[in-house]
């Protein structure tokens, strides 16, 4: 077994972690410093690193017969209010329909976004804030997602918070670019009752930690497959905590997705919103075989079983096999193992 790598590897583009122990959260700290030390500011590999690093996450606490909340600290868990993640009906009255799907379905709590908001008048916006609140009833919470529609103009966003206001909603979701700071700080100061939330763009812990500090967001929304795994994730948790903003799960694919977004704040008692996938593609409700329902009261709780307690379909995931080969020149670089038959 080769030594453990370092922090700052002395060879930038050797590999420092083939054959690395993997015992303990240290172990899965120090390979995760050295992949960032090694790729530098190149987002694939922030992407393709929060894989593995839930993965090494998974392994360790198996091993160890013990949830990954566990193993990051945490000595329980939290139920979560659950909102159903949806994007807005084409018009204001499919919009409503589907609030009113999602409270019929024992939902608390909705949130719509994309489509069209944000692309058309200030007065067709209101008008889906209204349907999505009339569908909802009073006693439930709406947010609204722009999907960074706005870019970096305050005015045209500011431009809508009279009618989100005006019908309750608690949050106004990535209304700017990820690294628009400047933005996102003027539209929180002019704000009365709607917080500003974002934070799924974020690709590293120190993106999201800018975001808190100096976006002055109310609620710091990370996504654990792009910011670079559950270390990074629990580390803005931690931070959020100290600094009074709200950490929030971001997930809108599959339940093991959910179980793995649910883990860095599994265990924070006040941070109690959760992002659900309410209405999966087949590929996110298929690859497992168990999944995390809301109750009665719309809560859901992230399992308390090995790893991130979710067993994962692997006959489901046939259909989508593919055997792959890469070859430059007519030189083989990589062949992937025949498939099973």
């Given amino acids: 077994m080769s030594a453990p790598c370092p922090t700052a590897p002395a060879g930038r583009w050797a590999n420092p972690c ?19 030390f090694n790729s530098m500011d190149l987002l694939q590999a922030a992407h393709t690193f ?28 939290s139920p979560k209010l659950a909102y159903a993640s949806q994007l807005f009906g084409e018009a204001p009255a499919e919009t409503e329909a589907k609030a009113k799907s999602a409270r019929e379905a024992g939902f608390h709590a909705v949130k719509f976004g994309w489509v069209n908001y944000g692309r058309g008048s200030v007065a067709e916006d209101a008008a889906h804030i209204e349907a999505a609140r ?68 974020c690709h590293s812990a120190p993106m999201a930690l800018n975001l808190i500090d100096f976006g002055k967001v109310g609620f710091v929304q990370v996504d654990t497959g792009r910011i670079g795994g559950l270390g990074p994730a629990k580390e803005v948790a931690d931070h959020a905590a100290a600094k009074g903003v709200t950490f929030v799960n971001h997930t809108f694919t599959s339940h093991l997705a959910l179980s793995a977004s649910l883990q860095p704040y599994a265990g924070l008692a006040e941070h109690r919103i959760a992002e659900y996938p309410f209405a999966p593609r087949a590929l996110g409700r298929d690859i ?54």
């Fill in 134 to 201: 009339a569908g909802m009833g009073p006693d439930s919470e709406v947010l609204i997602d722009a999907g960074q529609i706005f870019a970096q103009d305050v005015e045209a966003a500011a431009a809508r918070l009279p009618a989100l206001e005006r019908f309750g909603v608690l949050w106004l979701e990535e209304p700017f670019l990820p690294y628009a700071l400047g933005a996102y700080a003027a539209l929180a100061d002019r704000g009365r009752k709607v917080r500003m939330a974002g934070g799924e763009g």
């Fill in 288 to 341: 497992s075989l168990n999944h995390i329902m809301p109750d009665k009261d719309g809560l859901i709780r992230v399992p308390d079983a090995p790893g991130l307690g979710i067993t994962v379909n692997t006959a489901a995931l046939r259909p989508y096999l593919q055997e792959v080969e890469i070859a430059v020149a007519g030189r083989v670089l990589f062949r992937s193992s025949p498939l099973p038959v």
């Fill in 50 to 77: 929060s894989g593995i690093e839930i993965a090494l996450w998974m392994r360790s606490a198996r091993r160890g017969g013990e949830p990954v909340w566990r193993l990051l600290g945490y000595k329980s868990a």
């Fill in 18 to 36: 083939w054959g690395q122990p993997l015992n303990d959260a240290a172990d899965i700290a120090r390979i995760r410093a050295a992949v960032q």
